[in-house]
């Protein structure tokens, strides 16, 4: 007569033990997975809103208006660039002219550079723009960067050949090109160049001056 054989406690412990192993690995994998996919999202987050960050100064810096604070004579354009700031007038959704400033930050002890916006109404009892938003907070528009700065491409002075500047003041036309070159830390530069829609050989005719008559 036959009888059944059941597993020894030996047999049953080498399987709970394999069984174990099995459930390691597959939970590992699905661990690793997990994080894969979630880095994945993260990077895509970031990518997306560094995208949305750069169309904001594309459009902004764009749509610089000529304004002149005076209808004095020899006034210059309500635009200051530097290296690390930007300061314009230009249209902020349905709001209208608004005072802009783009100004790129640098937190040494984060090792963390930032493009910070800041933007205030149009007043014509200050003196520049910047004037206009010592009490405006800034607003991060790009961030965890290694570096940034401005550049600015145009002939220095009337008859000049186009060249590139560090700073673009006190001038009665806006640059060719304005430059914004980012470094992101992943080898890969990049450059955000933006043709104001309103170029010098236009302003005459395109004058805004809304300060005192």
Known sequence: MNRSRGFSLLELLIGLTLLGFLLAILY???RLAANSWEATENRTAVAADQEAGRSAVRRLIGQV???????????????EGYRDTLRLV?????????????????????R????????????FDAGRLGDMLDDQAGHPVLEALNG?????????????PPAW?????????????????????????LDV??????????LAGSRITAGPQ
């Open 148 to 160: 940034a700065v401005f550049a600015y491409f145009g002939p220095g002075r009337p008859g000049d």
């Open 112 to 123: 963390d550079t930032r493009l910070l916006l800041r933007h205030g109404p149009v007043r």
């Open 65 to 79: 208006q000529p304004f002149h604070l005076t209808a004095a004579p020899g006034q210059p354009l309500a635009f």
């Open 90 to 110: 230009a249209p902020l959704g349905q709001i209208g002219p608004r005072a802009v400033e783009f100004a790129i930050v640098n937190d040494a002890a984060a």
């Open 193 to 202: 160049d933006v043709t104001p829609l309103i170029s010098g050989d236009r």
């Open 28 to 30: 590992g994998g699905f």
């Open 165 to 189: 500047h560090d700073q673009w003041l006190d001038r009665e036309g806006f640059p060719t090109v304005i430059r914004l070159h980012l470094d992101h830390g992943d080898g890969t530069p």
